[in-house]
T-cell receptor, first 108, second 115 residues
Framework: AQRVTQPEKLLSVFKGAPVELKCNYSYSGSPELFWYVQYSRQRLQLLLRHISRESIKGFTADLNKGETSFHLKKPFAQEEDSAMYYCALYNQGGKLIFGQGTELSVKP | DTAVSQTPKYLVTQMGNDKSIKCEQNLGHDTMYWYKQDSKKFLKIMFSYNNKELIINETVPNRFSPKSPDKAHLNLHINSLELGDSAVYFC??????????????FGPGTRLTVL
């Protein structure tokens, strides 16, 4: 079964602390994975994708095929990082399969 | 210069009514999608159209009927609304190349409340 799991519904950290949002996937083929972010009162937007191996707003995510994970990390969280984060898997049938989402709250 | 727009932003209606949500994109994309975000913020695809043709239909009740008059528009019509239809509906668009690397651009969402 193709599935994306984000085990944490809510993650609360203090400003300046490291943050890791967990994402595990189940997919038989070669996965294409993404992180999308939804800031308060804004639309969902792409944060980063694993094939680009990029760092956006200080966030990085490494695909670990052995652990079937694609965790999102940032060494020093900022208050403006508070948002809903979705991990997503592209299915070769043309679908984006989203995880349940993790709400990140960064406290001052 | 909004990329993906949806109307209305909020929709409150009674059970049993029929309603439509409109979506338009000015990005020149040939693929458009409808997603449903439930009260627990779970986001799931409903439909996808490529060049006005349906390519994904995710076991959605046939009360939901998408219509694509042209590749820049994908409307969602819902018949006989039920309480469980209350959710936020997002439209999205992307270029189509069969690759997941084509970023999907989302609309602002339509919050539907069925009373």
């Amino acid at each position: 079964a193709q599935r994306v799991t984000q085990p944490e519904k809510l993650l609360s950290v203090f400003k300046g602390a490291p943050v890791e949002l967990k994402c595990n996937y189940s997919y038989s083929g070669s996965p294409e994975l993404f992180w999308y972010v939804q800031y308060s009162r804004q639309r969902l937007q792409l944060l980063l994708r694993h094939i680009s191996r990029e760092s956006i707003k200080g966030f990085t995510a490494d695909l670990n095929k052995g652990e079937t994970s694609f965790h999102l990390k940032k060494p020093f969280a900022q208050e403006e990082d508070s948002a809903m984060y979705y991990c997503a898997l592209y299915n070769q049938g043309g679908k984006l399969i989203f995880g349940q989402g993790t709400e990140l709250s960064v406290k001052p | 210069d909004t990329a993906v727009s949806q109307t209305p932003k909020y929709l409150v209606t009674q059970m049993g009514n029929d309603k439509s949500i409109k979506c338009e994109q000015n990005l020149g994309h040939d693929t458009m999608y409808w997603y449903k975000q439930d009260s627990k913020k779970f986001l799931k695809i409903m439909f996808s159209y490529n060049n006005k043709e349906l390519i994904i239909n995710e076991t959605v009740p046939n009360r939901f009927s998408p219509k694509s008059p042209d590749k820049a528009h994908l409307n969602l019509h819902i018949n006989s609304l039920e309480l469980g239809d209350s959710a936020v509906y997002f439209c999205a668009s992307s270029s189509y190349s069969g690759s997941g690397t084509d970023t999907q651009y989302f609309g602002p969402g339509t919050r539907l409340t069925v009373l």
